[in-house]
């Protein structure tokens, strides 16, 4: 029988990391080597497994960053871009490979992953949900395949809390209906629409926001045609699609070499 891989989870007490602790105790494949949480945080020194609500894993969160990665064949990073930083410079004196989760970054910040990336092998991607990233490959294909006779619209929903609209990954979304229609998304895009706006241009990929209650996160692609619509959707109930997905991309990347993969390459959706 194969060991099971040894998984260190980074920012282990947010809304992702207990996700990720929850969902390493109870994989057969993995075991949680290290949950990392920033010096001062409430959560250093308990049981991560009881943290979840889980019985005892042995393994405390803990703030020691270098000795956590050291000890684990691969980890997941959901913190903070300065903190996937921190753990970048760890993972790559270490050799470790890193799945990265974290959003945000600034353009200065994407080009030190990439370098990283060099020596490790990481895989970065905005939403790990497996369902979004398939939807993302059909939306392509629908798209190239419709062509400029059907409308594209994107609506999404999200809970009262989300700050920013429309949310990344309904911009992926139009990401990926403009590469279908060999369109550029900058310059096609149309965030909302009020008062006098005119008859809709053939060419325009439309965003529409919604916001409320606890939707953890719901997004339609809408291809509008004459007699027909083409509807492609997808619907988060809760965070352990994210979560499932960054631990098959961290199965995944043991092994590989390093390199910039995204879950596109994950799933083997790149063809
Ligand atoms: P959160 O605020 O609940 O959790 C972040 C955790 O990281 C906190 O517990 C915080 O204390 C910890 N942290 C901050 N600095 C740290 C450090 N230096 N060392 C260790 N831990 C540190 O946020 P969240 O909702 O869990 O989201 C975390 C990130 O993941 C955000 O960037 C979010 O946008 C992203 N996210 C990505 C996906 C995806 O599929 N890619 C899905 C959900 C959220």
Not at 44 to 52: N, Q
Request: net charge negative.
């Amino acid at each position: 029988m194969t060991q099971p891989l040894s998984v260190a989870i980074l920012g282990a007490s947010g809304r992702m990391g207990r996700a990720l602790v929850d969902a390493t105790l109870r994989n057969d494949r993995l075991t949680l080597s290290g949950a990392v949480e920033r010096s001062g945080n409430p959560s250093i020194g308990i049981d991560a497994g009881v943290m979840v609500g889980q019985s005892a894993s042995g393994v405390p969160v803990s703030d020691q960053l270098s000795e956590v990665i050291r000890a684990a064949a691969v980890v997941v990073d959901f913190t903070a871009p300065g903190a996937t930083l921190a753990a970048l410079e760890a993972c790559t004196a270490a050799g470790t490979p890193i799945v990265i989760g974290t959003t945000g970054f600034t353009p200065e910040q994407k080009l030190l992953i990439a370098q990283a990336a060099q020596s490790i092998p990481l895989c970065i991607a905005a939403n790990y949900a497996i369902g979004v990233n398939v939807a993302l490959k059909l939306v392509e294909l629908a798209a190239r395949t419709l062509g400029s006779d059907y409308d594209v619209e994107i609506v999404e929903a999200h809970h009262r809390h989300k700050v920013d609209a429309p949310s990344g990954t309904a911009l992926a979304f139009g990401e990926a209906a403009a590469a279908g229609l060999d369109r550029d998304l900058l310059s096609n895009a149309v965030y909302g629409r009020e008062g006098q706006t005119g008859a809709r241009k053939r060419e325009t990929i439309g965003f529409a926001t919604v916001r409320g209650g606890d939707v953890v996160g719901d997004h339609t692609v809408l291809f509008l045609g004459d007699g027909e619509r083409l509807e492609i959707a997808h619907r988060a109930t809760n965070r352990a699609n994210f979560a499932n997905g960054a631990l098959r991309a961290a199965a995944w990347l043991v092994g590989k070499p390093a390199g910039l993969y995204s879950m596109r390459d994950v799933l083997s959706l790149n063809d």
